[in-house]
């Protein structure tokens, strides 16, 4: 069983900053890729982020220079960090993960997070 659990979500002024977290836990024998997406309202769900086991990173043309993607490998952990916050920035943010489970070590699997609300307000 792999379980993604998000943190860092909640309200914040126009311009202000976030940063969330993601902790995968449970029987992983290896992380792939982990990022971010997010949902707004009648909307689809779109990337914010990735960052590859190698390092290498991909972000949303609407975030980059803004937001910025870590990972702690030895924690499982990645980050989100949100700069200059803007009321588009509005959206429930998803964690995923492409995790191979030490239950099944021949494939990769996507995993999700719970989601967590985001809401850039004044």
């Known amino acids: 069983q792999v379980q993604l659990v998000e943190s860092g979500g909640g309200l914040v002024q126009p311009g202000g900053s976030l940063r969330l977290s993601c902790e995968a836990s449970g029987s992983i024998f290896s992380i792939n890729a982990m990022g971010w997406y997010r949902q707004a309202p009648g909307k689809e769900r779109e990337l914010v982020a990735t960052k590859a086991s190698g390092g290498s990173t991909d972000y949303a043309d609407s975030v980059k220079g803004r937001f910025t993607i870590s990972r702690d490998n030895a924690k499982n952990t990645v980050y989100l960090q949100m700069n200059s916050l803007k009321p588009e920035d509005t959206a429930v943010y998803y964690c995923?993960?492409?995790?191979?489970?030490?239950?099944?070590?021949?494939?990769?699997?996507?995993?999700w997070g719970q989601g967590t609300q985001v809401t850039v307000s004044s």
């Open positions: 995923n993960a492409r995790i191979v489970a030490s239950t099944d070590i021949l494939r990769v699997n996507a995993y």
